[in-house]
């Protein structure tokens, strides 16, 4: 009998990386795929991205239409756990995925853990900042098994008490389709999307939910900046994050210029990875500056506190949200163009397959157990 596998998605930017092992499950008749949808896919203001996911003609996917997005994170927390158990009782899955460190996530490892369902956690055992790294650690508690990008996560995890045998080193499954020779042209992008420069570079800047009171005076100095620069960019909005609205708001003034910058609720995973390798530079707080832009050598200026604790790369300059350093580190980035391969060389979803393929996969005991470092 197929194994039923339930993945959870509430971005853009999760299903980018869960995409690859997604698709690989898509046509394999020892496995049957479900999609919960949720989150920002559903809004609107952010793209209804959604709809990108039922182009990719899963068989099994719920779109959860009746979850309303409001600004407060605790309810959208609480009301996504209520919607999601009542569909994991109507499908009863044998494992249930999710990716990262946002709510949908916590919702996704809160029920299945609840339930007696295996949870796998993908890209736990990472630093980031802010309130995610304390739900991405919350996630990787309530997970049964761990599909991690590198050894250093994987430390971390053994660091948090979890046993070594239920964590896999599969590297960063987006970078599958990085590598992949099927990527949109740059010619087929700027066509779809309307970008009528020739170079360009990317800002993408979330707001950091610790820091609320200071978000509109940090990103009128970076919009300040990105006009100041003289530059060309391609610029996607915000996530749904406490402060979003103050982030778009300042972008409004990016707008009058249709010149020098074209604005995005979302561009679809693999059109963005066209236009991410060929950037002049990527600059703001996203993780896509972080993992995704060494894998083609781009710079990155990663701005503030949010991705702080995700240093080390070569190819990324850390500033804070100052005109006088951003304009410097604009300046600078042809220093920083190195390819860096830090999460992974692809093929990842040949050795996800591997693992779930092995019957005693599944024969995981859902009571985990805490290890002591010293035994």
Same mark, same amino acid.
């Given at each position: ?37 949720c ?50 009782d ?22 299945g ?42 430390q ?9 045998n ?32 020739d ?12 820091? @609320? ?13 990105i ?6 960019y391609v610029?996607?909005k ?5 402060g ?6 300042? @972008?409004?003034? %990016? ?35 972080i ?20 240093g ?14 951003? %304009? ?12 860096v ?11 996800f ?23």
């Open positions: 009998m197929s194994k039923k596998i339930l993945f959870i998605t509430g971005t853009r930017a999760d299903y980018g990386k869960m995409k690859p092992l997604m698709l690989a499950l898509k046509n394999d008749s020892k496995f049957e795929l479900f999609v919960f949808v989150g920002m896919h559903l809004s609107e203001t952010f793209g209804r991205t959604y709809e990108e996911i039922l182009k990719d003609n899963y068989k099994n996917v719920y779109v959860a239409f009746g979850l309303t997005l409001f600004q407060n994170t605790s309810i959208n927390l609480g009301n996504t756990i209520a919607h999601l158990s009542g569909y994991v109507q499908i009863d899955p044998d494992m249930i995925v999710v990716h990262g460190d946002r709510f949908e996530a916590m919702a996704g490892a809160m029920v853990a609840i339930k007696n369902k295996i949870v796998a956690h993908i890209e736990g055992g990472e630093l980031s900042g802010t309130i995610d790294e304390s739900i991405r650690h919350a996630i990787s508690k309530f997970a049964h098994v761990h599909f991690v990008s590198t050894d250093r996560a994987k971390r995890l053994i660091q948090m008490g979890e046993e070594s239920r964590i896999y080193v599969i590297g960063s499954p987006d970078i599958d389709i990085m590598l992949s020779k099927n990527l949109p042209s740059l010619e087929e992008t700027k066509k779809r999307y309307e970008i009528n420069f170079s360009y570079s990317i800002l993408m800047y979330h707001p950091v939910t610790t820091e @609320y009171n200071s978000n509109n005076e940090k990103i009128k100095i970076i919009v300040d900046a006009i100041e620069s003289q530059k060309n610029v996607i915000p996530n749904n994050d406490l979003f609205e103050i982030i778009l708001n300042e @972008y409004k003034r %990016l707008e009058k210029d249709h010149q020098r910058f074209r604005i995005f609720p979302s561009i679809r995973f693999e059109y963005f990875l066209t236009l991410l390798k060929n950037a002049n530079f990527i600059i703001g707080n996203s993780s896509a500056g993992r995704e832009s060494g894998v083609y050598g781009i710079p990155t200026i990663d701005i503030g506190s949010r991705q702080r604790n995700r080390g790369v070569l190819n990324i300059q850390h500033v804070e949200e100052n005109i006088e350093e951003i %304009l410097k580190a604009i300046k600078n980035v042809d220093y920083y163009r190195v390819k391969l830090a999460f992974g060389k692809g093929k990842s979803k040949e050795k397959l591997k693992i779930i393929n092995e019957e005693s996969f599944w024969d995981i005991n859902i009571q985990k157990n805490f290890v002591d470092l010293d035994m």
